[in-house]
């Protein structure tokens, strides 16, 4: 992933659809949602 984005995992939910979120102890951290494009200005 992107340097804006590390230490984050990432889960595709549809082809298009990416949830970027860190897990932490006891918790799962949405951070963002969105296509590829939006989520990484291509």
């Known amino acids: ?3 804006n ?3 984050y995992l990432e ?3 549809k082809p298009d ?3 970027i979120y ?3 102890e006891g918790e799962i ?3 963002r949602t969105g ?3 939006k989520l990484f200005k291509l």
Request: net charge positive.
């Open 29 to 31: 951290l949405l951070y």
């Open 22 to 24: 860190k897990r932490t």
């Open 5 to 7: 984005y590390i230490g």
């Open 11 to 13: 889960c595709h939910g």
């Open 1 to 3: 992933m992107k340097r």
């Open 17 to 19: 659809l990416l949830l």
């Open 35 to 37: 296509s590829h494009a």
